[in-house]
T-cell receptor, first 112, second 113 residues
Framework: KAGVTQTPRYLIKTRGQQVTLSCSPISGHRSVSWYQQTPGQGLQFLFEYFSETQRNKGNFPGRFSGRQFSNSRSEMNVSTLELGDSALYLC???????????FGPGTRLLVL | QQQVKQSPQSLIVQKGGISIINCAYENTAFDYFPWYQQFPGKGPALLIAIRPDVSEKKEGRFTISFNKSAKQFSLHIMDSQPGDSATYFCAASIKTSGSRLTFGEGTQLTVNP
């Protein structure tokens, strides 16, 4: 079974731009979570989607948004990029809400 | 109350030695405690996990020890190998309610040959 895939793997943007990241969960998994990983803050939860509904949201500004499609694929959008948004963005999927989360390889975003 | 504290931040061990990483939590509602291993350029991978109704779980060279009264849990890596060199994260969640994972700060482990 294929793992969680994330595209693109690397991205360079400039301040003020917006970016969209994509995540394809493991087949059959209905939940997708997004995390931001930085050296200073570690792994921080952004949000989780289950069956196209956002069920949980972390403490991030409204510039960070996401959505999930009927095939469970998810996208994350960051508008008006700031230098501090440079990070590794990780997507994790799980079959049900009480199941183990499996992480993708991440998208490394650099904001210049 | 949602935080998970992890120590040490970095750890250097000789090949064959024991690596020990510790975590502490505050929220007594947490009922699931996984450890993740992350190699450079990769996402975290589940290593081993424990529920609070057991005090120890062993899988190969990896053991989780859990102390419910102290609200602490630790990862022991026996016979540490250079291939174990990675960043390790402890985490906690309320699995029964399907809550999100709260991660510790991470420990960078280096095993010298």
């Amino acid at each position: 079974k294929a793992g969680v895939t994330q595209t693109p793997r690397y991205l360079i943007k400039t301040r003020g731009q917006q970016v969209t990241l994509s995540c394809s969960p493991i087949s059959g998994h209905r939940s997708v979570s997004w995390y931001q990983q930085t050296p200073g803050q570690g792994l921080q939860f952004l949000f989780e989607y289950f069956s196209e509904t956002q069920r949980n949201k972390g403490n991030f500004p409204g510039r960070f948004s996401g959505r999930q499609f009927s095939n469970s694929r998810s996208e994350m959008n960051v508008s008006t990029l700031e230098l501090g948004d440079s990070a590794l963005y990780l997507c994790a999927s799980r079959m049900g809400l009480q199941e183990t989360q499996y992480f993708g390889p991440g998208t490394r975003l650099l904001v210049l | 109350q949602q935080q998970v504290k992890q120590s040490p931040q970095s750890l250097i061990v000789q090949k064959g030695g024991i690596s020990i990483i510790n975590c502490a939590y505050e929220n007594t509602a947490f009922d699931y405690f996984p450890w993740y291993q992350q190699f450079p350029g990769k996402g975290p991978a589940l290593l081993i996990a424990i529920r609070p109704d057991v005090s120890e779980k062993k899988e190969g060279r990896f053991t989780i020890s859990f102390n419910k009264s102290a609200k602490q849990f630790s990862l022991h890596i026996m016979d540490s190998q250079p291939g174990d060199s990675a960043t390790y994260f402890c985490a906690a969640s309320i699995k029964t309610s399907g809550s999100r994972l709260t991660f510790g700060e991470g420990t960078q482990l280096t095993v010298n040959p």
